[in-house]
């Protein structure tokens, strides 16, 4: 049997389209962008047309993007500054954020004196934001919100210009995650009230290790790696290059295909929800699985058995790829934070199920006959 890859939440496939973008700046298009002379032009060009094509893309001004490493990079920047150069002294998440924010707010709380609360969730996983605004309310100090767009195990969408608002009404900085949405929802940042998103290439068939950081132009940060002034002195050394090229166009693929891409995925995550539920006793879902939710992801809890147990084990013996929780923290099975804020429960074994493009009703076919084994 073919391998079958529903773990899209984790990292998609390089689209082929997108390497032979990148290929030239492998090859021979090799020049530092720092160098003055024309083989170093060139690739500070196709840097710069990067820019404008994402800035374009999420509306925004070519000055408001930066490259980086990753989702983890820029948000560990956004959040750091705010800290250091916005002086807010108390942050408010949420407790099923990506670790590359909760672990960072957590490290701020323990070192910087920053005060960490956290906001009270529904539920079905969506934040709540009555208690958002009693928290900002009563907040003396300034304060930094920290909240993802959509969140990658169980896919809840959050009410992005509502939050941006709160935080307009509070006078509070406004940084989201927005790692599972940017290459997958349209997003237009002129119209969104926030000062800084994240983005990450490898989410929507570019490559792993680039990332975008936006910054809202009437925000002043300080740059978090010191050096030779890339990225408008924003990030030092030397750049990504074709990271970056291939950013830009996995960007621009997303986008002209997103109608179509969209609504096959959405199809499929229903269908595997219609069959999970039609073929296995017991079966649950996590989070607001069709109202405020990413189309790609479909989280599943289990009756706990001896079989279900090591559930994901025997899909991956059967060449199914799926996770746990979040992939970021694979190898030992700690269990998902997500999962234990918003169904604690020990009886249940969660799957996440994330899909793309590629994807068919076939595969979701095979590995639904294979859990009825399984279970």
């Given amino acids: 049997m073919n391998k079958i890859y529903f773990d899209n939440a984790a990292t ?17 298009k090799f020049g530092n962008p720092s160098s003055i002379y024309s083989y170093g032009r060139e690739t500070k060009i196709a840097i710069e047309t990067a820019r404008k094509s ?20 820029s948000s560990n920047t956004a959040i750091q500054a705010a800290v250091r150069d916005l002086d807010c002294r108390h942050i408010i998440t949420s407790p099923i954020e990506h670790h590359a924010v909760l672990h960072t707010v957590e490290h701020l709380a323990q070192v910087a004196q920053v005060r960490l609360s956290f906001v009270k969730l529904m539920p079905n996983g969506h934040v709540d934001l009555d208690d ?9 100090e300034k304060t930094l919100v920290s909240l993802m767009h959509a969140n990658n195990e169980i896919g809840n969408v959050l009410d992005i210009f509502a939050v941006g608002e709160l935080c307009k009404l509070y006078n509070a900085i406004f940084h989201s995650d927005t790692v599972q949405t ?3 929802f349209p997003i237009d940042l002129r119209k969104t009230p926030v ?10 068939h570019g490559p792993k290790g680039v990332g975008l950081l936006y910054i809202n132009e009437n ?10 002034g890339q990225e408008r002195d924003m990030r030092a050394g030397t750049e990504n290059l074709y990271g970056i090229v291939g950013f830009a166009k996995a960007l621009e693929k997303a986008t002209l295909n997103y109608e179509t891409d969209s609504g096959h995925i959405a199809t499929l995550k229903y269908y595997m929800h219609q069959q999970l539920k039609k073929h296995i006793p017991g079966i649950g879902f996590n989070g607001d699985v069709f109202d405020n939710s990413l189309y790609t992801v479909l989280s599943a809890s289990f009756p706990k058995t001896e079989k279900s147990e090591m559930i994901l084990f025997n899909l991956d013996i059967s060449n199914i790829c ?3 929780g979040s992939a970021c923290t694979s190898g030992a099975e700690q269990g998902s934070h997500v999962i234990r804020a918003i169904n604690n429960n020990p009886n249940q074994v969660t799957v996440r199920f994330s899909f793309s493009k590629h994807n ?3 595969e979701i076919d095979q590995v639904v006959e294979k859990l009825k084994e399984l279970v």
């Fill in 360 to 362: 068919t009703k076939e």
């Fill in 322 to 324: 799926a996770s746990g």
């Fill in 12 to 28: 998609t496939s390089l689209d082929p389209e997108v390497l032979e973008a990148m290929m030239p700046y492998l090859t021979e």
């Fill in 54 to 73: 994402v800035a374009k893309i999420l509306n925004a001004h070519p000055a408001e993007i930066f490259f980086t490493s990753g989702g983890t990079e």
């Fill in 182 to 184: 940017v290459g997958h």
């Fill in 195 to 204: 000062h800084f998103i994240t983005g990450a290439a490898h989410k929507f």
């Fill in 132 to 140: 958002l605004e009693t928290l900002l309310a009563s907040s003396e």
């Fill in 219 to 228: 925000v002043r940060i300080k740059p978090f790696i010191h050096g030779g």
